[in-house]
Structures are given as C-alpha cells and as structure tokens.
C-alpha cells in the first residue's frame, strides 16, 4: 500500500469517527426527528395518492429522481456548496431523507397528475419555486442545512431540469401513450 493511500484511509477513519459522534449527539434532537418525519410521512402520502394502475412508471420516475438527486446533492458536498449538521443515519454523506424520500415523492405526484407538457411545465416550476425558496431555506432555519457557495436561486433551475429530463428520458424509453 502506498504512503499517499496510507495517509488517507487514516484521515477517512479520522473523519468518519468525528461524523459518527456528531450524529450520536444530535440523536433524538428535533432536527433528527424532523428528518425521520420527512423520510416516512411523503411515502405514507403517496401510498395513499398514487394511481395504482401507473405504479410502475411513476415509480421508474422516482427512481430516475432520486438517483439524479443524490447524486448532484453527493456532488455538491464533496465540491463545498453545502454541508448538513444533522444526518438520520450516519453512513450518509448527502440528506437522504430529502432524496430518497420527500424529493422523489413530490415529483412522483407532479408527474402523475400533470400529465400533459404545458401544465406539467407550470407545475414543475411550483415545485421549484417551493423547494428552493421554502424548503431549502426552512432547512436552513432548522440548521440541517449550511449553504458554504450556493445560493438558493441556483436550485431553481436544477429542479425543473431534473422533472423536465427524466419525463423526456422516460417518453423516450417508453413511447408517449405507455404511462
């Protein structure tokens, strides 16, 4: 094993320690249990609400989500944008909850009752304008979320392209009368 590979598997174990007694200290705060919330009450939702007849396809959507989510929230904490205090869990780097859970959920619904282009574009842009401008700043003010080099408006557009791509994505794969 090389020296540089050494050093840093060393700083790895350092680092995960110091993550693994952050979290055992913010165990069971508000800010914990709000994360748990927010990771089983959108999916109790959307049980509820879903069209089960279109399950498949809108859950192909979710995923598709989800994993551009957490792969650009990922992305994000490794260049410095952003960090998060609290974590559920904490093998997590990124917000799980959020991408795995309420992100995912709320296009879902988007995507199942807007189904034509215009008002799915307008609803879409709801969404955005919500996540970026109240949820994120809402996480900001529970202190889950610290902002380093973003700014909440940089979200905005993310969002839409996220819901915009994936419906395209998924019209293609599927033909546009298959949902």
């Given at each position: 094993?090389?020296?540089?590979?050494?050093?840093?598997?060393?700083?790895?174990?350092?680092?995960?320690?110091?993550?693994?007694?952050?979290?055992?200290?913010?165990?069971?705060?508000?800010?914990?249990?709000?994360?748990?919330?927010?990771?089983?009450?959108?999916?109790?939702?959307?049980?509820?609400?879903?069209?089960?007849?279109?399950?498949?396809?809108?859950?192909?959507?979710?995923?598709?989500?989800?994993?551009?989510?957490?792969?650009?929230?990922?992305?994000?904490?490794?260049?410095?944008?952003?960090?998060?205090?609290?974590?559920?869990?904490?093998?997590?780097?990124?917000?799980?909850p959020t991408n795995v859970s309420l992100i995912?959920?709320?296009?879902?619904?988007?995507?199942?009752?807007?189904?034509?282009?215009?008002?799915?574009?307008?609803?879409?842009?709801?969404?955005?304008?919500?996540?970026a401008f109240i949820g994120e700043p809402f996480?900001?003010?529970?202190?889950?979320?610290?902002?380093?080099?973003?700014?909440?408006?940089?979200?905005?557009?993310?969002?839409?392209?996220?819901?915009?791509?994936?419906?395209?994505?998924?019209?293609?794969?599927?033909?546009?009368?298959?949902?």
């Open positions: 094993m090389n020296q540089a590979f050494a050093e840093q598997m060393k700083l790895q174990d350092k680092y995960f320690g110091q993550i693994y007694e952050t979290w055992l200290i913010n165990l069971f705060t508000i800010q914990w249990w709000a994360l748990l919330l927010v990771f089983i009450i959108p999916w109790v939702i959307w049980w509820k609400l879903v069209d089960k007849n279109k399950i498949t396809a809108i859950l192909c959507y979710g995923l598709i989500v989800s994993i551009l989510s957490s792969g650009l929230d990922e992305a994000g904490h490794a260049l410095h944008l952003w960090a998060y205090k609290y974590r559920l869990v904490p093998l997590c780097v990124e917000l799980k995912p959920v709320i296009y879902m619904l988007v995507y199942q009752y807007f189904t034509r282009w215009k008002e799915f574009i307008i609803a879409t842009t709801i969404m955005a304008a919500c996540l996480l900001d003010w529970l202190d889950i979320y610290k902002r380093f080099k973003w700014e909440y408006i940089y979200s905005f557009p993310i969002y839409i392209a996220i819901a915009v791509s994936v419906k395209l994505l998924l019209g293609l794969i599927t033909g546009p009368n298959k949902r």
